[in-house]
Structures are given as C-alpha cells and as structure tokens.
C-alpha cells in the first residue's frame, strides 16, 4: 500500500510511459482511420465559415471560463 521513494519514482515513469503509448496508439489509429477513408475532406467549405466556427469556440471559451468562476464562487 505504501510505496517508497524508488518505487514510487518507477511508478511514475511507468505511468508516463504508458500514457505515451497510449497516446502514440491513438494518434496512429486515427490516422490511419483519416488516410484509409475514401472520403474527400472539403476544406474550402470549412475556411468559408471560419469566422461563425472561430467565434463560436470563442463564445464557448466564454462560456466555461464564466461557468469556473461562477462554481468557484458557489
């Protein structure tokens, strides 16, 4: 239950190791998804709408940042 100082420093770079695994997996995996896909993105649509999209994400920004200072406050 109680670890000491090497293991708990081997525990650690366990953890990272396997997060960076992980994280190698999933990046591969959706790649792979992305360039095995027949699909054709059309990113002259999205570059169309970039300033309803981008100003979205900032009116949800918004809207976290107000939501964790009115938790906070609570």
Known sequence: ??????????????DVRSA???LFLL????????A?????MKWS????YRRPLFSGWILTVGIAATALVGSTAI
């Open 1 to 14: 239950m109680f670890l000491n100082a090497n293991e708990l420093e081997a525990r650690k770079r366990m």
């Open 20 to 22: 960076l695994v992980i």
């Open 27 to 34: 990046a591969g995996l959706s790649y792979l998804s992305f």
């Open 36 to 40: 095995l896909s027949p699909y054709e």
């Open 45 to 48: 649509a999205i570059w169309d």
